[in-house]
Every structure is written in C-alpha cells, then in structure tokens.
C-alpha cells in the first residue's frame, strides 16, 4: 500500500527531471501566452563543448527567425516569423560565440542582446572579399546591444560590423578589429557603413578598437575605425552619441602605403549627413577626414586627435565643428563652408573660424 508521504513526493520526484532538461537546454523560447513570461525571446547560453559550438547555436537560433514576406503583416502568435507586429529578441548568455569564417546576418525586427560588453562577445575571423562579409551583418528595425563584436583578422578585408542599405541601432557596444596578412593589400575596419536606408544609423555608447599592426614592407594596409564606403552609395543619416574611436598604428611598411584614420567618409555620395557628438577619437595619423565633396559633417563637443592632423578637409567637403578640442591641426585642402566655433587646440589656445 502506497503511503501519503509518497503519495505527497510524487510530484515533485516529477518535476525535477523536467526543470533540470529546462535549464540545461543550451537554445530555448516561450510563447505560451502567460503574463510575466518571455514570449519573443530565443535565449542562447554558451557550448560546454567549446566557443565554435556556441557560435553554432547562435547562427541557428537566428536562421529558427523567418523574415516575414513583402506585404504579409504578423504571422500569429507562436509563429516565428519577425514583423514590425511580432519582433523578436535573441538574447545571449555570457560566454564566447565564435563564428569562425561565418557572419552573423541580422534580420529586420530581430534585436540582438548580450549580457554586457565585458562577458559577452560574438567573433569571427577575416576574409578574403571586400565589404560584404563582416562578424556581424545589420540590418534596419533591428538593434545590436550589450556586447562585444570582434573580428581577429587572418584577411585581406577585416571587420567587426557591416551597414550596407540599412539602418541598425548599436547600444553599448564594442567593436574591435585586427589586422590580417594580405599579401598585397589589406583592410581592418570596426564599422564599415557602405549606405543606409531612409532610417539613421544611431550609434550610441559605442567604443571602437583597432589594434597595432606591423606588416612587411610593400604592403598597402589602412586602418579604420569607422569607414563610409569607397565609394558610398548615398543617402540616410548617421549619429553618433557618447563614441570612442581608437586606431593604433601600422608599422613596418613603405610610407605612404599605410593609414591609421579613426572616421574616414568618402566621395560625393556620402551620408545624407553625418552627425558627431561627445565623441572621442585618437588615431595613429589622422582623426577624422572628409572626402572629396562629403555632404555636410557637424562634430560638437567632441575631442579629435591625430598624429598628421586631427581633422583632414578634402576640396569641397563641408564641415562644422563646434565646441570641440582639436589636437594635430587641422589641414585644409580647399573644403567650403567650413566653420569653427569655440573649438581649441592641445594647449588650449582658441582656433579661428578656419579651424586655424
């Protein structure tokens, strides 16, 4: 005869192997329609077998977002589809998620959440093409926050995050970069922006890191914290707020085949404007440089430094800076309308209106 005291223990003699499969299940999701329960998320927790494995799960849990299709609004409830009316949240436990030559392509109403930028990091290494494969892809109606975005280099092309024709939010984040091993030439780049869509790309809280390199004589190499595309494909707007740039130097090769720039735009089809405020950038040679012909640029109460100069003004390139600390001086190669006000160099002594 079964007693009460067994009777009483049954259930919870139940309920422990199915919390312990709960808790050690590595990629999981709610949607049972239960206030106070997570009904959007995909929650991704760290490999015990390793950072690439956790970089697996990652990449899937994004391909389990389907992207709903033009014209089609929420899917339904329980229905993995990602809408303006069904976003959805992958969040990731602290650990290491390495994609190895992967990249993380982000979807359009899918944010992206770590744990914090010191405990949580996505990483990949370079590659051999140019601007379309990164460690992490954007995309618009999306935000990428709370975590560190590397790329460890071994490329010819290296970059932490990629904006091509789209619009993503960056929120306390750090992008961090190494050079690779080109033969010929090579790029490492934290951010490479080559357009955005209609909506601005919104940097906020965001530190860039770009790491020394020392290659072989003959080599071309540029290092680029943030870059706009060479050329750009034109239009949207991109703030930056509370932004670190840092660009160490590129040694050992033949001068003038190698830069160090903490925010390089380019050409005549640039961002529609490009707005910069309490941003902190120090470069190896030269802060910021606006290209030939960039559309508008206003930098206020930031501080630039740069080995060559802080601020590089090509012909016809337009530029206000305001209220900020110049060091490194600035060159002016014929830009129009520039304006400075209140701005002031290393020692503190007040520049003119020409940045002088």
Same mark, same amino acid.
């Given at each position: 005869?079964?007693?009460? /005291?067994?009777? #009483?223990?049954?259930?919870?003699?139940?309920?422990?192997?199915?919390?312990?499969?709960?808790?050690?299940?590595?990629?999981?999701?709610?949607?049972?329609?239960?206030?106070?329960?997570?009904?959007?998320?995909?929650?991704?927790?760290?490999?015990?077998?390793?950072? /690439?494995?956790?970089?697996?799960?990652?990449?899937?849990?994004?391909?389990?977002?389907?992207?709903?299709?033009?014209?089609?609004?929420?899917?339904?409830?329980?229905?993995?589809? #990602?809408?303006?009316?069904?976003?959805?949240?992958? /969040? $990731?436990?602290?650990?290491?998620?390495?994609?190895?030559?992967?990249? $993380?392509?982000?979807?359009?109403?899918?944010?992206?959440?770590?744990?914090?930028?010191?405990?949580? /990091?996505?990483?990949?290494?370079?590659?051999?093409?140019?601007?379309?494969?990164?460690?992490?892809?954007?995309?618009?109606? #999306?935000?990428?926050? &709370?975590?560190?975005?590397?790329?460890?280099?071994?490329?010819? &092309?290296?970059?932490?995050?990629?904006?091509?024709?789209?619009?993503?939010? $960056?929120?306390?984040?750090?992008?961090?970069?190494?050079?690779?091993?080109?033969?010929? !030439?090579?790029?490492?780049?934290?951010?490479?922006?080559?357009?955005? *869509?209609?909506?601005?790309?919104?940097?906020?809280?965001?530190?860039?890191?770009?790491?020394?390199?020392?290659?072989?004589?003959?080599?071309?190499? &540029?290092?680029?914290?943030?870059?706009?595309?060479?050329?750009?494909?034109?239009?949207?707007?991109?703030?930056?707020?509370?932004?670190?740039? *840092?660009?160490?130097?590129?040694?050992?090769?033949?001068?003038?085949?190698?830069?160090?720039?903490?925010?390089?735009?380019?050409?005549?089809?640039?961002?529609?404007?490009?707005?910069?405020?309490?941003?902190?950038?120090? #470069?190896?040679?030269?802060?910021?440089? $606006?290209?030939?012909?960039?559309?508008?640029?206003?930098?206020?109460? !930031?501080?630039?430094?740069?080995?060559?100069?802080?601020?590089?003004?090509?012909? &016809?390139?337009?530029?206000?800076?305001?209220?900020?600390?110049?060091?490194?001086?600035?060159?002016?190669?014929?830009?129009?309308?520039?304006?400075?006000?209140?701005?002031?160099?290393?020692?503190?002594?007040?520049?003119?209106? !020409?940045?002088?």
């Amino acid at each position: 005869m079964t007693s009460r /005291k067994a009777v #009483a223990r049954l259930p919870f003699l139940v309920l422990v192997p199915v919390l312990c499969v709960y808790l050690n299940s590595n990629v999981w999701a709610q949607d049972d329609g239960e206030t106070g329960t997570l009904h959007r998320t995909i929650v991704v927790h760290p490999m015990s077998t390793g950072p /690439k494995d956790s970089g697996t799960e990652l990449l899937e849990a994004m391909a389990s977002i389907t992207e709903a299709a033009p014209g089609i609004g929420d899917a339904g409830p329980g229905i993995m589809t #990602a809408s303006a009316t069904n976003p959805w949240l992958i /969040k $990731l436990d602290a650990g290491v998620y390495d994609l190895g030559t992967a990249s $993380l392509v982000m979807k359009p109403y899918v944010d992206i959440e770590g744990s914090g930028e010191g405990v949580t /990091k996505i990483t990949a290494v370079g590659n051999n093409s140019n601007v379309t494969s990164g460690t992490v892809i954007g995309a618009s109606n #999306a935000e990428l926050r &709370f975590l560190t975005v590397e790329n460890t280099g071994g490329g010819t &092309f290296n970059a932490a995050v990629i904006i091509n024709s789209a619009s993503p939010k $960056l929120t306390h984040v750090t992008l961090s970069a190494s050079t690779g091993n080109g033969a010929i !030439s090579v790029t490492t780049v934290g951010l490479f922006i080559g357009s955005a *869509s209609s909506s601005p790309v919104e940097l906020t809280d965001v530190r860039v890191i770009i790491a020394p390199a020392a290659l072989a004589p003959g080599t071309q190499a &540029f290092n680029l914290g943030i870059w706009f595309g060479s050329p750009y494909a034109g239009g949207g707007t991109v703030r930056l707020r509370d932004v670190t740039v *840092s660009v160490g130097a590129i040694t050992s090769t033949t001068p003038g085949l190698a830069f160090a720039i903490g925010i390089e735009t380019y050409g005549e089809v640039g961002p529609s404007s490009l707005m910069l405020e309490d941003v902190t950038i120090v #470069a190896a040679d030269y802060g910021l440089t $606006l290209g030939y012909g960039t559309p508008p640029t206003t930098v206020n109460r !930031s501080t630039i430094n740069g080995g060559k100069a802080a601020v590089a003004f090509a012909p &016809f390139s337009t530029g206000t800076i305001g209220s900020s600390q110049l060091i490194g001086g600035v060159s002016n190669e014929g830009a129009t309308l520039t304006t400075c006000v209140g701005d002031y160099n290393g020692s503190y002594s007040p520049l003119n209106s !020409s940045c002088q």
